[in-house]
């Protein structure tokens, strides 16, 4: 029972911080540096996600690897690029955590030219997932055929993954219908059955299995999608080229982070709490996936073939053109 309520409140706590985010919320900042180091810009707005992603950003702030850097970090809660992107565009926000997928799909779409410029994570086994509930009589992934499917976020991870291991099922993508049903809301409605199964991330996953029997019916970053870059940190062509030097600093930062996030699991349970309303308990047993420490256009090149094999862009992108160079 203590279980259950502990999952119950994270996912409260972890709704209310991304309505919050809707809302453009304020961050935190860190001590100022004391020197600029040549810098075209010092003080930067960082938009940030309450995930675990979002985590090498703030064991730099809390190590001092912006302030050796020369930078002054403030962040701002998103919920994804789509929706502040004014501010990216004007310069009130200078770079911010982004799935692959938006950075793709907003690319494409030529309202932006984004370029990532670090990676944070890969996807891990247990990280997201098609889950149905306990007394589903959809037992395998093939009688998910003429099913509803509930994601986050229609054209995005969720759709593109799912869809991927439909593939290996022999279904196609207009076999199922997704729909969208914010992450807080899922486990009613898959209790309810006004849909059939849900495509979840942790700690969702969790709290599906604990608190309604739930069975995870697909790993969905497993088999074809194993491995698949998540997410990274990314910001405008003209933001990168206009501020050559504070870009590859907050590259030099962000990548000993990453170092860190990739070889310390205790750094990222101490962290993941101080921003995500995920309790301490929770983030020291969720599943998370692979911290990245470079960036691969091969790699990142998968991503945009899975989109551009299930119609999602309306180009075949080149991966490489969407990442900037590494520091100096």
Known sequence: MGNKRVIRNSLIGLATALTLAACGTSGTEAEKPAASN????????????????????????????????????????????????????????????TSYVSLITISDSGAAKLKM???????????????????????EPKQLKGKTIAVNV??????????????????????????????????????????DAAWLTEPYISAAQKDLGATLLIDTLSGPTEGLPLDGWASTDDWIA?????????????????????????????VIPTFTQIPADVAATMAMGTFSTSLNPTRVQRVADLLSEFAITKNKVDAASLLAAAPQ
Do not use: C, Y
């Open 154 to 195: 229609v054209k995005a991870l969720g759709e593109v993954t799912v869809s991927a291991q439909l593939k290996v099922h022999g279904l196609a993508p207009s076999d199922v219908k997704f729909v969208p049903v914010p992450f807080a809301d899922q486990l009613a409605q898959l209790k309810a059955g006004t849909v």
């Open 242 to 270: 206009k501020h050559p030097k504070t870009a590859a600093a907050f590259q030099r930062a962000i990548g000993k982070a990453q170092q860190i996030a990739a070889s310390d699991r205790q750094a990222l349970n101490k």
């Open 38 to 97: 040549g810098l075209e810009k010092t003080e930067l707005t960082i938009g940030v996600v309450p995930v675990p992603s979002s985590a090498p950003l703030f064991i730099a702030q809390e190590r001092g690897f912006f302030k050796e850097e020369g930078l002054t970090i403030k962040t701002e809660t998103i919920q994804a690029p789509q929706a502040v992107m004014p501010k990216i565009l004007n310069g009130q926000i200078d770079a911010f955590l």
């Open 117 to 139: 410029l670090a990676e944070s994570q890969q996807g891990a086994p247990g990280v997201n997932g098609v889950v149905v509930v306990k007394d589903s009589p959809i037992r």
